[in-house]
């Protein structure tokens, strides 16, 4: 039997079965950061002469108990009248969390095997009851919580900024660097999105976990790991369901967000014109709907960070039908807006200026490019989605085949991304057509990137899915001043026919407008 107290000494849970199998559910849980304790402690009788094992240091260690105590019940047999067992204490344990800078006693638990894993925890030896009733918990818990206080201190970070803990999940369907390559780059987009990544654990899985993505154990793992590091968001690197979310967050006891939140999340902050913010608020409330039945009071999220920007700090709470509605009339201004950009690309097709769209995989630099040939002021920076809107200017380059000059129109489009959300790509079809319309394509690629080959298929298979095929494309290796030149051989091997180019450095510049303009003159000549 296990019985949990208050520090008032107020019995506040009482279950049958061991610590592990009794535990508080971790949204019961207060929540105060690595720094506390819970103000719970738990006393537990034991039929067996022995100190607290690995499973309920652990179930200590999860829900950051003040202490457990091992009451061991030594039996004399059973009643006459069949009443039960009678029996005495024994022998008592008092166990509880250690900082790590003070290990006195180290467990490893077997789910745990990462290298971060070691749970330091402080067992008693055997007491009497006696023994036991003259600790001084308050003091115990205090001096416990000014050790936990001045470590976290020593590792805090920003406190605007959430603590993430990373989840990947490796199938049979990705090669070992392509898993690599994912948890990076989920990494970045955390950064990107205003959070700090204090850890990442990984599982390889045959499939997929229908309840919680991963095993049990691992389950376990992930909230003893986010228990013990303060984390207050976990991250997976796929897309979650919505019973996945809630299954997750009912056992981790912190909120859980999937890959295309934190993408959703970086376009609400990048956003800046009209268009752009009701692009991103079309695609945020579509991804959300689903997701609201049951959220009880997970609607917490309202609180701020990662995957609750935009439209999800106002009213997620509201009803479904309300909702419904505001999708209906985003859907139709984004119709409007559709047919508003097609006017002007009518205009300019009656003109004859032809066009040119850049595109490829986010931070390839295409704002850059676009700055260094057209003299734009576009917002850039090292990081994924930095510009959200598409730009378009005037760029004059040389004819073909004549020594004359002529103008062209040159759009910087929104970055791709590996598997970019399909809510993405339907609210921000008005955008897209910008690809699809133009005369023809700029494929940029950041050559300096370790997956940049596989960047490039990424982005045709996106192209290949639009529902208009694009024009002709060039690709344009970016970043060439920060390659060795063995990787310069291997893409000029694979694709004889690019054009290399640093668009900081202003390398290539010249060779990438002659080259433009052929691009040109092949698509005019092939309308």
């Given at each position: 039997m296990c019985a949990y107290l208050n520090r008032r000494g107020q019995v506040i849970r009482v279950g049958v079965g061991t610590p592990r199998q009794t535990q508080i559910p971790p949204l019961e849980l207060p929540r105060y950061g690595a720094e506390r304790l819970s103000g719970i402690?738990?006393?537990?009788?034991?039929?067996?002469?022995?100190?607290?094992?690995?499973?309920?240091?652990?179930?200590?260690?999860?829900?950051?108990?003040d202490a457990l105590v091992m009451l061991n019940i030594t039996g004399t047999g059973f009643t006459r009248r069949g009443g039960g067992a009678t029996g005495y204490v024994k022998e008592a344990y008092l166990a509880h969390l250690v900082s790590d800078t003070k290990p006195l006693v180290a467990v490893q638990h077997s789910a745990l095997k990462t290298q971060d894993a070691a749970l330091y925890f402080s067992i008693s030896s055997p007491m009497s009851l006696d023994m036991l009733a003259e600790q001084d918990f308050i003091d115990l818990v205090e001096g416990l919580e000014e050790e936990f206080q001045r470590e976290f201190i020593a590792e805090e970070v920003d406190a605007d900024h959430d603590r993430v803990l990373i989840v990947g999940v490796m199938t049979e369907r990705l090669t070992l660097q392509q898993f690599h390559d994912t948890l990076a780059e989920l990494g970045r987009l955390v950064d990107t999105a205003g959070g700090d990544v204090l850890q990442t654990l990984q599982q390889k899985r045959s499939r997929i976990h229908p309840q919680t993505v991963i095993g049990e154990g691992k389950v376990q793992e992930v909230a003893l790991t986010a228990q013990t590091l303060?984390?207050?968001?976990?991250?997976?690197?796929?897309?979650?369901?919505?019973?996945?979310?809630?299954?997750?967050?009912?056992?981790?006891?912190?909120?859980?967000v999937?890959?295309?939140?934190?993408?959703?999340?970086?376009?609400?902050?990048?956003?800046?014109?009209?268009?752009?913010?009701?692009?991103?608020?079309?695609?945020?409330?579509?991804?959300m709907l689903p997701r609201l039945t049951g959220r009880g009071r997970a609607m917490s999220r309202l609180g701020g960070g990662i995957g609750t920007r935009g439209p999800g700090e106002t009213k997620l709470e509201t009803e479904r039908r309300a909702i419904q509605r505001r999708i209906s009339r985003l859907q139709q201004e984004v119709n409007q807006l559709q047919a508003h950009r097609s006017r002007l690309r009518q205009r300019r097709q009656h003109q004859e200026v032809p066009s040119v769209a850049l595109v490829g995989y986010t931070n390839a630099g295409k704002s850059t490019?676009?700055?260094?040939?057209?003299?734009?002021?576009?917002?850039?920076?090292?990081?994924?989605?930095?510009?959200?809107?598409?730009?378009?200017?005037?760029?004059?380059?040389?004819?073909?085949?004549?020594?004359?000059?002529?103008?062209?129109?040159?759009?910087?489009?929104v970055g791709f991304i590996h598997e970019l959300p399909a809510s993405l790509m339907d609210a921000f079809r008005a955008t897209l057509e910008e690809v699809t319309e133009a005369d023809a394509l700029l494929h940029l690629v950041d050559l300096s990137h370790p997956?940049?080959?596989?960047?490039?298929?990424s982005v045709r298979e996106i192209l290949a899915a639009?529902?208009?095929?694009?024009?002709?494309?060039?690709?344009?290796?970016?970043?060439?001043?920060?390659?060795?030149?063995?990787?310069?051989?291997?893409?000029?091997?694979?694709?004889?026919?690019?054009?290399?180019i640093s668009a900081s450095e202003r390398l290539g510049l010249e060779t990438l407008r002659q080259r433009l303009s052929q691009l040109i003159q092949y698509a005019v000549d092939s309308r």
């Open positions: 402690r738990c006393i537990a009788t034991h039929l067996k002469s022995e100190p607290p094992n690995e499973v309920a240091l652990t179930a200590m260690a999860m829900q950051r108990l303060g984390c207050n968001l976990v991250v997976f690197d796929r897309d979650l369901s919505p019973a996945q979310v809630r299954n997750l967050e009912a056992q981790i006891g912190v909120r859980v999937d890959r295309t939140e934190v993408i959703l999340d970086i376009f609400a902050q990048r956003a800046q014109s009209r268009a752009g913010k009701l692009q991103v608020e079309l695609a945020q409330l579509e991804y490019l676009l700055n260094a040939l057209t003299n734009a002021e576009v917002y850039t920076a090292d990081q994924l989605f930095a510009t959200l809107d598409p730009t378009t200017r005037r760029l004059v380059i040389p004819q073909a085949e004549t020594d004359e000059l002529q103008e062209i129109l040159i759009t910087d489009t997956a940049w080959l596989s960047h490039i298929r639009m529902p208009v095929t694009p024009g002709p494309a060039l690709v344009a290796f970016n970043k060439i001043d920060q390659v060795d030149s063995e990787t310069l051989t291997i893409a000029q091997e694979e694709f004889p026919l690019a054009v290399f």
